[in-house]
T-cell receptor, first 112, second 114 residues
C-alpha cells in the first residue's frame, strides 16, 4: 500500500541521548517535511526538503537535524534530546507546488 | 508572516446538528487553503482544499468556501455523525520557501454525542 511509514511508533528516551526518527515514502514525492504536534499549538514545521540532496529549516529547527540522501527517506535526528522535545512527530510528503501533503501515522516521543 | 486562526474547542454537538468551525488567515499573495482531519490515534488526512478565491472544497458532506474578502475558510456540515468526532485543522500553503510549506491553526476538537 502506497504511503508514508514512520518508525518507531513510540519511544521513551532519557535526556541527553541521541535519537533518529525514520520516515519513508513510496510515492516518489519530491518534497518531504517534519512537523511536531503539541497541544494548543497545532503542528509546527521543523525541517523540510524540496528534493533529494537539499534541506531547509522550518519554524522550530533548533535541536534537530535532517538529511535527504535519496527520494524516499527523510530521517530526523535529535543529537541530544531534551524534555521540551517531548511531542508527537509527523512526517509528510508532497509531489509538487500546490499539491496535497500526505502524512505518516506519527511517532510519539517522550524525553525524560 | 503567514498565520491561521481557528475557533478554539472543544466543540460538542448532538448527532444531526449543524456544524461550523471558523477559520481565518493572514497571508501574502494567494495561498491555497486546506482542512485536515485527525481521527484518534492517527495521522492527519486531507479533508478538503481550495486553491483560489471563491472556490468551494467539499468532501464527506463537509464544505468550505475560500473567501478572500473576509480572509476566511469556514468548515461546515449540515448534519454531523458520531464518526465525525475528531480534531480538525485549518491550514494554508504559501510560497515562503518556494514549496508547499503548510501553516496550521491550533486545531479544534469536535465530539459528537449520539
Amino acid at each position: 500500500i502506497a504511503g508514508i511509514t514512520q518508525a518507531p511508533t513510540s519511544q521513551i528516551l532519557a535526556a541527553g541521548r541521541r535519537m533518529t526518527l525514520r520516515c519513508t515514502q513510496d510515492m516518489r514525492h519530491n518534497a518531504m517535511y517534519w512537523y511536531r504536534q503539541d497541544l494548543g499549538l497545532g503542528l509546527r514545521l521543523i525541517h523540510y526538503s524540496n528534493t533529494a540532496g537539499t534541506t531547509g529549516k522550518g519554524e522550530v529547527p533548533d535541536g534537530y537535524s535532517v538529511s535527504r540522501a535519496n527520494t524516499d527517506d527523510f530521517p530526523l535526528t535529535l543529537a541530544s534530546a531534551v524534555p521540551s522535545q517531548t511531542s508527537v512527530y509527523f512526517c509528510a510528503s508532497s509531489g509538487g507546488s500546490g499539491d496535497t501533503q500526505y502524512f505518516g501515522p506519527g511517532t510519539r516521543l517522550t524525553v525524560l | 508572516g503567514d498565520s491561521v486562526t481557528q475557533m478554539e474547542g472543544p466543540v460538542t454537538l448532538s448527532e444531526e446538528a449543524f456544524l461550523t468551525i471558523n477559520c481565518t488567515y493572514t497571508a501574502t499573495g494567494y495561498p491555497s487553503l486546506f482542512w485536515y482531519v485527525q481521527y484518534p490515534g492517527e495521522g492527519l488526512q486531507l479533508l478538503l482544499k481550495a486553491t483560489k478565491a471563491d472556490d468551494k472544497g467539499s468532501n464527506k458532506g463537509f464544505e468550505a468556501t475560500y473567501r478572500k474578502e473576509t480572509t476566511s475558510f469556514h468548515l461546515e456540515k449540515g448534519s454531523v455523525q458520531v464518526s465525525d468526532s475528531a480534531v480538525y485543522f485549518c491550514a494554508l500553503s504559501g510560497a515562503n520557501f518556494g514549496n508547499e510549506k503548510l501553516t496550521f491553526g491550533t486545531g479544534t476538537r469536535l465530539t459528537i454525542i449520539p
